[in-house]
């Protein structure tokens, strides 16, 4: 499963895209596959393993990958580190570390020293801004007897 993720990410490059490639397997099956798409779709979080949890997640029909395999060419950057574990495969497994990545041009390193910082400290600054009733979309969630927990 590691060397299709790699072969994806080989790919990706002759398609244009960023060097990633992920997939997502089930039972030993292949459910999801996914490729770095983010300057093509112009989309900054086409990540490969964003798409292959996408992609597998249509075609299982859940939001979670329960019992699921994640494979990626590389370490996960935070972004894809945040929907993995939102999507709650049961284990990754990929080919190169960050630093081989940072090595070549894909330094994530930043992100991770920014989310250590208190949100006003951040090099894109971010501030709370307090409104009446903000709250009031998790009061009519948590009142949702049919919601879908996740």
């Not at 996408?54 to 019992?67: E, F, K, V």
């Not at 894109?124 to 996740?150: H, N």
Request: proline share 7%.
């Amino acid at each position: 499963m590691i060397r299709e993720a790699v072969r994806l990410a080989e790919e990706s490059v002759g398609l244009g895209g960023g060097p990633f490639g992920a997939l997502v397997a089930l039972d030993g099956v292949i459910v999801g596959r996914g490729r770095n798409r983010v300057t093509e779709a112009r989309d900054p979080t086409a990540h490969a393993e964003i798409e292959a949890i996408r992609d597998a997640c249509r075609r299982i029909g859940s939001h979670q990958l329960t019992g699921c395999d994640l494979y990626a060419s590389s370490e996960p950057c935070p972004m894809c580190l945040g929907a993995i574990y939102w999507a709650r495969p049961q284990a990754v497994y990929f080919a190169i570390g960050r630093g081989d990545a940072a090595r070549a041009g894909f330094d994530d390193e930043f992100i991770y020293q920014e989310i250590r910082r208190p949100p006003g400290g951040r090099r894109i600054p971010m501030q709370r801004i307090i409104v009446p009733d903000s709250d009031k979309p998790y009061r009519l969630w948590s009142a949702k007897p049919d919601r879908e927990e996740y």
